[in-house]
Nanobody, 125 residues
């Protein structure tokens, strides 16, 4: 599956952005779709993920209560709604997809097979 991430930009602290991850080549059915982010000089960090079929979501503690992942079946797209943004949320955000992920691997970048190109999110203070 090919992924296209979009929706990044510059926003002030406290603001909101919605990122999109669109799939092509096949549907997301059966996949787990995750969001990761990477700030300069830091490792890629798990943000959250959604099981496409069950819609179950999981989030990193750092974004819980502020970020929400959802999906649109008709558009074959996953969204990351980011509210109450903080300067420390500044990073390149990536979406990724994998199948047959088990619970203990959801936060690991290596568990995901397909990656989008990344979209920059910058939060100013």
């Amino acid at each position: 599956v090919q992924l296209q991430a979009s929706g990044g930009g510059l926003v002030q602290a406290g603001g909101s952005l919605r990122l999109s991850c669109a799939a092509s080549g096949r549907t997301f059915s059966g996949y787990t779709v995750g969001w990761f982010r990477q700030a300069p000089g830091k490792d890629r960090e798990f943000v959250g993920t959604i099981r496409w079929n069950s819609r179950h979501t999981y989030y990193a503690d750092s974004v819980k209560g502020r970020f929400t992942i959802s999906r649109d079946n008709a558009k074959n797209t996953v969204f990351l709604q980011m509210n109450s943004l903080k300067p420390e949320d500044t990073a390149v955000y990536y979406c990724a997809a994998g199948d047959r992920l088990i619970l203990t691997t959801l936060t690991r970048p290596s568990a995901y097979d397909s990656w989008g190109q990344g979209t920059q999110v910058t939060v100013s203070s």
